[in-house]
Each structure stands twice: as C-alpha cells, then as structure tokens.
C-alpha cells in the first residue's frame, strides 16, 4: 500500500515540477519577510467611538487621531513602493533597534500604553478634576546592542537583584555600584508571570558609565474622580495619538465643547505634563487627514514645516496649527471664531 502512495507522488511531482517550483517560489516571495517596512497614508481614528467617560457631554464636531499604516516587507509590497508615490521603503534597522516585526509591535504597543497614560493625566491636569498616580511601571522597550542579557521587549522589570525599581535612577544608581561584566538577576513580569532574567554590566566608551543596555518606558497606574477608558484595537500602536486623545478626553470632562462643528485631526506624542513632543510620518498623517475632509490638523511645532511643505505640494484644503502643549491646542479651538 505504501510503496503505491509513494510511487503516485513520485509520479505527481514528476509531472508537475515546474508548476510546483513556480509554486514555491511565488509562496516565498509572497510570505518572506525581508528587513523592511512600508509605510503609506493611513486615515483617521473619531475619539468620540474610543473615549469612555462617567460624565454626559456631547459634541457638535469630531476629535480624530491621525494614523500611519506600515506594512510587511514582503516582495510584492516592495516592488509597489518602488511604483506608488506615497509609499516609502524604510530598513527595519532604521526603525527600530530590534530585529523582528514582532518586536517592532511589541515596542509600538508599549509607545500606545505610554501615550493613553499621558494624555489621561495630561487632560485631568488641565481639567477640573483629580487624577492621583498610585504606581510607576516600567516596561523594556528595546535592548542595546552591546547588552548582553535575556531580557525581552516587554517586560515589566520590578528589581534587579535585591534592588526594587521604581524608576529608571534605581537603574542607574544600582548598576554604578557594581563592576564592569558582572553579572545580575533582572526580575520582570510578562503577560501576568514572573520570570528570572539576567544582564551583564558593561562600560559604555564615550563616557565610561556602567550600563547593562537595556532601556524602558514608564507607564503608570492612576485613580481618576470620574472613572475614563481609552479603547484601542490590537493591531493599534505607537505614541503619536496621545495629543488627540488628551484633548478629546478634555473636552469630555468640560462643560463646553470646544470642536464648535469642526472636524479636527491631528497627531502628536504627549508627555504626562501635556508637552507636545515631535513625531514621525507627518507626511502619511497630513495626506489622511485630507483624505477625510478635515477641517484643522494639530501637529507638533517641530513637524509644522514638513506638514506645510506636503499641503502647499498637494494644494490641499486643510489648515495646519502647530502646538506645543495641549493648553496650545485648546486655547486655539476656545479662540476659533469661523
């Protein structure tokens, strides 16, 4: 029985190698990963559908973030960036000090985390009510590449040997009283188990400091006065939405609504103090933007530039507003006047 099953596939591929080559290879090239990302306009997230609040409002316009679609590097996806306009090829090195796609949206996930945090205390801070931080958190956002260390992308370090870590100085103050490749425990949490880990010091040349090259974000726990919650989706990521989402969730903790019937888009990493910090794609998020008729587009100052070169080479309708805070921005709409 065996030797007549083998021999009807000998004979089948036999028959039919150069379809089955041709086959392989186009399975290759279609779910090969090469080193690269894509990036292309995106389109545009209403916060209204994202925001939920313990407090009635309502608003007469929309608050929307801006986003960036990046794609695979796949084969046909790098031969259509090399033919669509607005589709740039970029080295995944050049994104990122990780080495896999995955790590690339573990690191985007932990930017969307600290960004949803940001913009919570940002917009309580500018609002009339209280917001308390109970606990830091500081999760791994990328490894050097002179670590020498287990630790991954995504872990959440609370000590390193018997030392608690509150925040990145604990690090630091730690690792300066220890000698060059010694080694310790890392401790971390990842997706609700703990986990043992380990990190050698090193010596950083340019300045002889003691380093184990791993590097985090501090995200935090908090206790609002009015209960809030960001929705996002699991294929969301990245920081650039935290000025958006601060001020849709300010204009749902006050009384007044500040889109006066416009439909604002915009972009923007926030710090917790409600600083507004420079971004990347501006490009992809002015161009989707458009694409949804919006009226204003915030953007960092430090974008403005590279904003107002794509509206002026697209002839777009569109008014672009720099900020710097997001006082910045709800001055501007509390002020706008049609």
Not at 12 to 19: A, G
Not at 122 to 149: G, H, M, P, Q, R
Not at 154 to 168: H, W
């Amino acid at each position: 029985m065996f030797t007549k099953i083998y021999e009807k596939i000998k004979d089948f591929i036999k028959n039919n190698y150069k379809f089955l080559i041709v086959l392989s290879v186009l399975i290759f090239l279609f779910y090969y990963e090469f080193p690269y990302i894509i990036y292309k306009s995106g389109g545009t997230i209403n916060l209204e559908d994202r925001i939920e609040i313990d407090k009635e409002y309502t608003e007469e316009g929309t608050l929307s973030m801006s986003y960036v679609t990046a794609i695979k590097g796949t084969a046909p996806f790098i031969l259509l960036s090399y033919i669509l306009p607005d589709w740039d090829l970029t080295p995944l090195d050049e994104v990122t000090n990780e080495d896999s796609y995955e790590d690339v949206l573990e690191e985007g996930k932990i930017y969307l985390e600290e960004g949803i945090d940001n913009a919570i205390i940002a917009a309580f801070n500018e609002s009339d009510y209280d917001i308390k931080i109970t606990k830091e958190v500081n999760k791994v956002i990328y490894l050097s590449d002179k670590a020498n260390s287990n630790v991954e992308v995504g872990d959440e370090i609370y000590k390193i040997d018997d030392t608690p870590v509150a925040n990145l100085d604990d690090v630091k103050n730690y690792v300066n009283t220890l000698k060059e490749n010694q080694k310790v425990k890392v401790y971390v949490k990842n997706k609700d188990k703990e986990y043992e880990r380990y990190a050698t010091v090193y010596k950083e040349d340019e300045d002889n400091s003691l380093k184990i090259g791993v590097a985090f974000k501090t995200l935090y726990e908090y206790e609002t006065e009015i209960p809030v919650n960001v929705k996002m989706k699991n294929n969301e990521s990245g920081s650039s939405g935290g000025l958006m989402m601060s001020l849709a969730i300010y204009n749902a903790l006050t009384d007044e609504d500040i889109t006066k019937g416009l439909n604002i888009v915009g972009t923007g990493s926030i710090n917790s103090d409600g600083t507004v910090e420079e971004i990347g794609g501006v490009k992809y998020k002015v161009l989707g933007a458009s694409k949804k008729k919006a009226d204003i587009f915030f953007c960092p100052k430090e974008n403005y530039k590279e904003a107002m070169q794509v509206k002026k080479k697209r002839n777009l309708d569109i008014e672009i507003v720099q900020v710097g805070s997001l006082k910045d921005a709800i001055n501007y709409l509390e002020n706008y006047q049609k």
